[in-house]
């Protein structure tokens, strides 16, 4: 019987699905710990970001739905702990993690593909000292911290005075807060842009679920609409990771530039999604992170026929070989557009969907626990299942019997 | 490469049990170990080079292999070409049961032969996909050092992956 070496079994189980992977833990333990080995894990994504491969569209609606890149055949519903309730929110993934919106102060990070489900320490709202007023809308981030390897999640609280007044010009402070998921704990961003007061707007940001940051260049990016009344532009507003600071980053420079913008990302690489009034829609992409100069329009939608608004566009993902970009289309349809040809065409996808909010994430083996707490985890849970074993028992011998005749 | 020679220059390949097959140099360049062991003896090309751990059968499935795919590059880099080169390795692959396959990967490791070790390796990631811990276990020799408590334990923590399993069927 011929036996394959341990370089070439590894190499092998490189190309496998997580879940299969998941499965193979059982084959030995020295299996189990190859496949939990930090390089492992890693070398597993790389190949799949590089290859195109484990690839999934979740679908944000009232309920979660996710549906396989490759086949992209019938969306079935997402597996995670509290799925029994609908108005969960996903607001971001990264390398596979996903963050999910339990409420304002409960949040949580799930891989879907090892189904480990992590929450986050409760974190409280602090409105700005000395007003009256009560929380708003709430803008959400996630992503990765790569020089430290760290998974942060970001909350951005908007307020509003609490004699219910409208809209009416009172802008206070935001209170954005940071969790590090090494640290298992949140902090709070005192230094504030100026502008970042004036970034939220009803009609913008509540529609088509503009308050999820959008991860590129380690970077975290939402778009503040223009404020006419007071002389603002809209502008990309973007939160660095690693340091922890807003920063501001270039739009493209377009010829025509009346219109409505949307940022998206392709591949890490930031896009700046363009809607002429809702006729037709630019994608742009910023090939070198920060650098205006590499702003290129990638490609550019008329309204058709079959889709004869344009009311919200965002690309999702490259095609294996990169000749298609998969759209997402007024938060309803999917559409292949070819880059060659430069034509639309609608991809029908199965399931009963509703309007949905779409973000392409890839299948990975990340945990969500580190290593520690998981050791921890497990020899608690050993210590309590032997702890309810002596007790059954205990419980048992102390019964006596009862003879049944 | 001299446009002057005319007549293709032939090398011998000698597998583990002394069969010998002659190939076209173009071919014979394909396999990694024998590329090298020419830009070390460049004037060692009348001997029969030795394949110690290369049976006649693969020997000259790869030999068949390398002949297609030589084939294949000359003819052009288009979509339609890529896709019969495509469906070449896919029955190819179907033809070799599991103790086949590995052979081959063996061999195209040896050989130190890149895209077919490639190949091979993502034919055995297709293969074994769905298929159950017991079988994978057979496949690669992999013995279960777990003790039945423990595996029980591993299983139970990942129930949902062993779900929709292919079915043994060796």
Redesign the interface.
């Known amino acids: ?5 341990m370089d ?2 590894t ?3 490189y ?3 997580v ?2 992977l ?11 710990s190859l496949i939990d080995h930090p390089d492992f894990v890693r070398a597993h994504l790389n190949r799949s970001i590089q290859t195109r491969t484990n690839l999934n569209i979740i679908l944000k609606g009232l309920h979660l739905y996710s549906v396989e890149f490759d086949s992209l055949d019938t969306a079935v519903p997402l ?1 995670y702990p509290l799925s029994n309730g609908a108005g969960t929110e996903v607001f971001g993934s990264c390398n596979g993690l996903l963050a999910f919106r339990i409420t304002d102060k409960n949040l949580a990070l799930y891989n879907p593909s090892t ?1 480990q489900f992590r929450r986050s320490p409760f974190s409280e709202i602090d409105p700005p000292p000395g007003e009256s007023c009560k929380s708003g809308y709430v803008f959400y981030g996630f992503g990765q911290d790569v020089k430290t390897n760290d998974y942060k999640v970001v909350r951005m609280v908007q307020f509003n005075k609490n004699d219910d007044e409208d809209d009416g010009g009172y802008f206070f402070d935001y209170e954005v807060k940071v969790y590090s998921l090494k640290n298992d704990s949140w902090r709070k961003i005192t230094k504030l842009p100026c502008y970042l007061r004036f970034m939220f707007q009803f009609f913008y940001h509540l529609l088509h679920r503009r308050g999820y940051g959008v991860l590129a260049g380690g970077v975290l990016h939402w778009v503040m609409p223009p404020r006419i009344e007071l002389g603002m532009r809209n502008r990309i507003v973007g939160f660095d990771l690693g340091t922890e600071e807003f920063v501001e980053v270039p739009q493209p420079e377009c010829a025509d530039r009346n219109y409505l913008l949307d940022v998206g990302v392709l591949e890490g690489c930031l896009c700046a999604i363009c809607n002429y009034d809702q006729v037709s829609v630019d994608v742009w992409v910023m090939k070198e992170y920060r650098v205006k100069e590499s702003w290129t329009r990638l490609l550019s939608v008329q309204k058709t026929r079959a889709i004869n608004i344009l009311t919200f566009l965002r690309p999702l993902a490259y095609s294996k070989y990169c000749d298609k970009v998969m759209l997402e289309i007024n938060n309803q349809k999917f559409a292949w557009y070819d880059l060659q040809k430069k034509k639309m065409r609608s991809v029908k996808i199965g399931g009963n969907l509703g309007t949905f909010g779409a973000e392409a994430y890839v299948g990975s083996l990340i945990p969500v626990e580190d290593r520690k707490r998981m050791e921890n985890k497990k020899q608690n849970g050993q210590d309590e299942l032997r702890k309810r074993n002596r007790k059954k028992r205990d419980d048992f011998l102390s019964q006596g019997f009862k003879l049944v005749l | 490469m001299s446009a002057a020679t005319a007549k293709t220059k032939k090398i011998v390949l000698r597998a583990d049990d002394n069969h010998e097959f002659e190939v076209d140099e173009a071919i014979a360049m394909e396999f990694g170990t024998v590329r090298t062991f020419f830009e070390d003896n460049p004037d060692a090309t009348e001997e029969p080079i030795p394949l110690l751990n290369v049976s006649s059968k693969c020997l000259s499935t790869i030999i068949e292999y390398c002949k297609s795919h030589l084939a294949f590059r000359a003819r052009d880099s288009s979509s339609s070409v890529e896709d019969e080169a495509k469906a070449y390795d896919v029955e190819l692959v179907k033809a070799l049961d599991n ?1 086949s396959l ?2 081959m ?2 061999a195209a ?1 040896y050989l130190n032969m890149k895209d077919l ?1 490639d190949m091979l ?2 034919a ?2 297709d293969r ?3 298929k159950s ?1 017991e079988y ?2 057979r496949f ?7 003790s039945p408590e ?2 029980a334990e ?2 139970a923590q ?1 129930e ?3 779900e929709g ?1 292919d079915p043994d069927d060796d």
Not at chain 1, 1 to 5: I, N, Y
Not at chain 1, 22 to 32: A, D, E, G, H, T
């Open positions: 019987m011929s036996k394959l070496s070439v079994i190499d092998i189980l190309r496998l699905p879940n299969t998941v499965r193979f833990k059982s084959l030995s333990k020295p299996c189990c597996e189904r | 103790e590995k052979e990967i063996l490791n070790l390796n993502q055995v990631a074994i996909k769905n811990v994978v276990r690669f020799g992999i013995e279960n050092d777990y423990e595996e591993v299983r990942n949902w992956a062993f399993v």
